[in-house]
T-cell receptor
Framework: GAVVSQHPSWVICKSGTSVKIECRSL??????MFWYRQFPKQSLMLMAT?????????EQGVEKDKFLINHASLTLSTLTVTSAHPEDSSFYIC?????????????FGQGTRLTVV | AQSVTQLGSHVSVSEGALVLLRCNYS??????LFWYVQYPNQGLQLLLK??????LVKGINGFEAEFKKSETSFHLTKPSAHMSDAAEYFC????????????FGQGTELSVKP
């Protein structure tokens, strides 16, 4: 199956700093990538849909100025958590759809555990 | 709007017993339905999916699910549980008209007792 690589797998940062998370599709082109957030023992909540070459579409309640998404190429999307605070600590997961169609499988990255201290 | 409800946040079975994880969905258009498994601190792995065609879908690791439109259900089953099946399971629905984003259920933690 297709591989989606997320980096880093875990990161600890100080409150007030910014953190960038990368999501790469290694062996396919992804016109669309999705960013999810998962709190402990909870489900995945969609944060935003990232489209190559255009602005991301954010879900209601997600601060677009805090969670900056850039999808500069067909294989890379980045999520930057700006001015991180302890409440931003969470598990962030990206997924990517092969540009082949809407009903194709979404491949998930391994996730990034962010801890803000 | 679409939604997914997984009945039971935690299911415990004995090794060798039947596994049944329940999922009901709500969708105003024909849904695409998915089951994913998540191991601790890892991403999601697709178990199986229903898009069109045969309503009984077979997936990896011996899992299968049946799409029942009349019941708006997509329950996941496995005839005989294995210790390695212990994980978190998520049911998800996708509406192609919305660009393919997935809406997840709350998740069901499966425990397997020896």
């Amino acid at each position: 199956g297709a591989v989606v690589s997320q980096h880093p797998s875990w990161v600890i940062c100080k409150s007030g700093t910014s953190v960038k998370i990368e999501c790469r599709s290694l062996d396919f082109q992804a016109t669309t990538m999705f960013w999810y957030r998962q709190f402990p023992k909870q489900s995945l909540m969609l944060m935003a849909t990232s489209n190559e070459g255009s602005k991301a579409t954010y879900e209601q309640g997600v601060e677009k100025d805090k969670f900056l998404i850039n999808h500069a190429s067909l294989t890379l999307s980045t999520l930057t958590v700006t001015s991180a605070h302890p409440e931003d600590s969470s598990f962030y997961i990206c997924s990517a759809r092969d540009r082949g169609g809407m009903n194709t499988e979404a491949f998930f990255g391994q996730g990034t555990r962010l801890t803000v201290v | 709007a679409q939604s997914v409800t997984q009945l039971g946040s935690h299911v415990s079975v004995s090794e060798g017993a039947l596994v049944l994880l329940r999922c009901n969905y709500s969708s105003s258009v024909p849904p695409y339905l998915f089951w994913y498994v998540q191991y601790p601190n890892q991403g999601l792995q697709l178990l199986l999916k229903y898009t069109t065609g045969a309503t009984l879908v077979k997936g990896i690791n011996g899992f299968e699910a049946e799409f029942k439109k009349s019941e708006t259900s997509f329950h996941l089953t496995k005839p005989s549980a294995h210790m390695s099946d212990a994980a978190e399971y998520f049911c998800a629905v996708s509406d192609g008209n919305q660009g393919g984003k997935l809406i997840f259920g709350q998740g069901t933690e499966l425990s397997v007792k020896p």
